[in-house]
């Protein structure tokens, strides 16, 4: 099935999705590396806060419950490492 090429609206809508969802799980992925509990709670919430800027412009609601719950289990992961 051959691709159909985006319009300017569109794929002015795709690359930011792309932008924003690259930063995303890079942030996501930044919450190992939390040295503290407070500093991972910081981490969490501009995660977070990004997710909310994010939605409903770039992702729908399936994929704001989808990247919640990867942040949640995250932070509870890192939670448990960190108390050790």
């Not at 939390?34 to 412009?57: F, I, T």
């Not at 990247?67 to 992961?77: K, P, S, Y």
Request: charged share 25%.
């Amino acid at each position: 099935m051959p691709l159909i090429k985006p319009d300017a609206t569109e794929l002015e809508y795709l690359k930011a999705r792309i932008v924003g969802l690259a930063a995303l799980h890079r942030e996501i992925a930044a919450l190992s590396q939390a040295a503290d509990l407070p500093a991972l709670l910081r981490m969490g919430e501009l995660v977070d806060s990004h997710l909310r800027e994010l939605h409903p412009a770039a992702i729908n609601e399936y994929e704001m419950v989808a990247f919640r719950g990867q942040v949640r289990e995250m932070t509870h992961n890192c939670r448990r490492v960190l108390a050790h």
